[in-house]
């Protein structure tokens, strides 16, 4: 129940395409949903978040998409560049609680790749 | 602003020699503190956190352990490296009991045992 699973795990796109990544959750409890984008050899970078009380939220061509009656939100790379190229992680919390239970839990990665 | 320092930035060790890895965070007061390790394609996995001085909680049973001396300080120990200890070692931070958890990852420290 705790955990989040993120497909693909391997994406190639053209670039200008539109990059298009998923995640599934269990737990209604969940209240906290980021991406991060990891460069090889880098730390992963906080990319993109939402809350349950929105739908949608959108910065730059980075656009999170969430429904919560089908317990899943997806990470949309509108015009994707070469430079976009990185391994994505979705995660979930329960952000309103302390202790483990804020703890972020993560999904296994997709590694997108965007072709010139 | 706030920063976050990882070092070392590479380490190469034999099986059986201590670790020490160390970080540490400017520009915030009592931050969490988390360490993840993540294998070569692999995702993240927490293995220690720490809401304060002196106190840890283990995530994964390991032979791994970790410290907070000071307040922006977090330090990750071993007696005793493994071959399976080998991987890309991430330290975070993030504010706050409650609330958003918007974790901040370090740049690293990429721990190869031979």
């Known amino acids: 129940q705790q955990q989040v699973k993120q497909s693909p795990q391997s994406l190639i796109v053209q670039k200008g395409g539109i990059s298009i990544i998923n995640c599934a959750y269990e737990?209604?409890?969940?209240?906290?949903f980021p991406w991060y984008q990891q460069f090889p050899g880098k730390g992963p970078a906080l990319l993109i978040a939402i809350r349950p009380d929105v739908s949608e939220k959108k910065e730059g061509r980075f656009t999170i998409s969430f429904n919560k009656s089908a317990k899943q939100f997806s990470l949309h790379i509108m015009d994707s560049q070469p430079g976009d190229s990185a391994t994505y992680f979705c995660?979930?919390?329960?952000?309103?609680?302390?202790?483990?239970?804020?703890?972020?839990?993560f999904g296994k990665g997709t590694k997108l790749s965007v072709k010139p | 602003s706030q920063t976050i320092h990882q070092w070392p930035a590479t380490l190469v060790q034999p099986v059986g020699s201590p670790l020490s890895l160390e970080c540490t965070v400017e520009?915030?007061?009592?931050?969490?503190l988390y360490w993840y390790r993540q294998a070569a394609g692999r995702g993240l996995q927490l293995l220690f956190y720490s809401v304060g001085i002196g106190q840890i909680s283990s995530e994964v049973p390991q032979n791994l352990s970790a410290s907070r001396p000071q307040d922006r300080q977090f330090i990750l120990s071993s007696k005793k490296l493994l071959l399976s200890d080998s991987g890309f070692y991430l330290c975070?931070?993030?504010?706050?009991?409650?609330?958003?958890?918007?974790?901040?990852f370090g740049p690293g420290t990429r721990l190869t045992v031979t």
């Open positions: 995660a979930a919390s329960m952000g309103n609680y302390g202790g483990s239970q804020g703890n972020l839990i």
């Open positions: 520009g915030t007061s009592n931050p969490n």
């Open positions: 975070a931070w993030s504010v706050g009991v409650t609330g958003l958890n918007e974790q901040y």
């Open positions: 737990n209604t409890a969940f209240d906290y």
